[in-house]
């Protein structure tokens, strides 16, 4: 069993629906982060947390210590906001982080 | 301000060649690593470093070495290629761990194909 596992793997929507990708995993850590790699490639870090809520426009990322869960909302999709979310931990002891999978989100118009 | 650079972004190479990839980083980061991201699988971490002539292993680093000689270079090369090194590699910067200081900051990676 993966340590850090994502679902779902692969998520479709109409744009300007309301978004949900859920980010499970089974080790301590230090912090929690979402990144967005771009269909071109590109990876870029959305955040990091390690409690409680973080929103940066349309996008929203809460975590769960004690349930050892985390989830990256999107508000009002948009086709733009088509790419791969990869949550990856940072464990307490150290600096390196263990990613999932990703999951892939196709918003159409 | 470049960011994290990587070269080449593309290589073809014949079983048994081998290579360097070079990576570069202009903000002043301790933290670099190298990971490889292959289709079905998150990125798995290769060799990383933690400051200027250091190196550590990562999750899979047999078949790769490395080398830190400036802050702000981190070499990742191939000995003997394989075609189970095709793969797109990402090198990452960050100024170490810590709530608000571990940002990793990726390059644009480098599409190797083994024959």
């Known amino acids: 069993k993966n340590e850090v596992e994502q679902s779902p793997q692969n998520l479709t929507a109409q744009e300007g629906e309301f978004i949900t990708i859920n980010c499970s995993y089974s080790?301590?850590?230090?912090?929690l982060h979402w990144l967005q790699q771009h269909p071109g490639g590109g990876i870029v870090s959305l955040f990091m947390?390690?409690?409680g809520k973080k929103k940066h426009g349309r996008l929203i990322a809460t975590i769960n210590i004690q349930e050892k869960h985390s989830s990256l909302h999107i508000t009002a999709s948009h086709p733009r906001d088509s790419a791969v979310y990869i949550c990856?931990?940072?464990?307490?002891?150290?600096?390196?982080?263990?990613f999932g999978e990703g999951t892939q989100l196709t918003v159409n118009p | 301000n470049a960011g994290v650079t990587q070269t080449p972004k593309f290589r073809v190479l014949k079983t048994g060649q081998s290579m360097t990839l070079l990576c570069a980083q202009d903000?002043?980061?301790?933290?670099m690593y190298w990971y490889r991201q292959d289709p079905g699988m998150g990125l798995r971490l290769i060799h990383y470093?933690?400051?200027?002539?250091?190196?550590a292993k990562g999750e899979v680093p047999d078949g790769y070495n490395v080398s830190r000689l400036k802050k702000q270079n981190f070499l990742l090369g191939l000995e003997s290629a394989a075609p189970s090194q095709t793969s797109v590699y990402f090198c990452?910067?960050?100024?170490?761990?810590?709530?608000?200081?571990?940002?990793?900051?990726f390059g644009p990676g480098t599409r190797l194909t083994v024959l």
């Open positions: 990452a910067s960050s100024s170490g761990p810590g709530l608000g200081y571990n940002e990793q900051f």
């Open positions: 080790v301590g850590i230090s912090a």
């Open positions: 947390l390690s409690s």
């Open positions: 990856a931990v940072e464990r307490t002891s150290g600096s390196r982080l263990t």
């Open positions: 903000m002043n980061h301790e933290y």
């Open positions: 470093s933690v400051g200027e002539g250091t190196t």
